[in-house]
């Protein structure tokens, strides 16, 4: 593993595999998570985009 100058390891990056398929339960995990992630943030964009146009947002 690669170290910085401080002394402090780099966080390695989640990639999901090729296929869409999860390899074993941590991919499971991790695509659960990143579906759930990009829901809320449209959830969160159209909400602010009904609030731009004037109708009420749901909190």
Known sequence: MIMTDTG????????????????????????????SARHYM?????ARKETIDGSEARH
């Open 42 to 46: 449209e959830r969160r964009a159209k």
């Open 8 to 35: 402090v390891k780099p966080i390695p990056a989640y990639v999901p595999p090729e296929d869409g398929k999860p390899r074993n339960a941590v991919d499971e995990k991790w695509m659960k998570l990143t579906r």
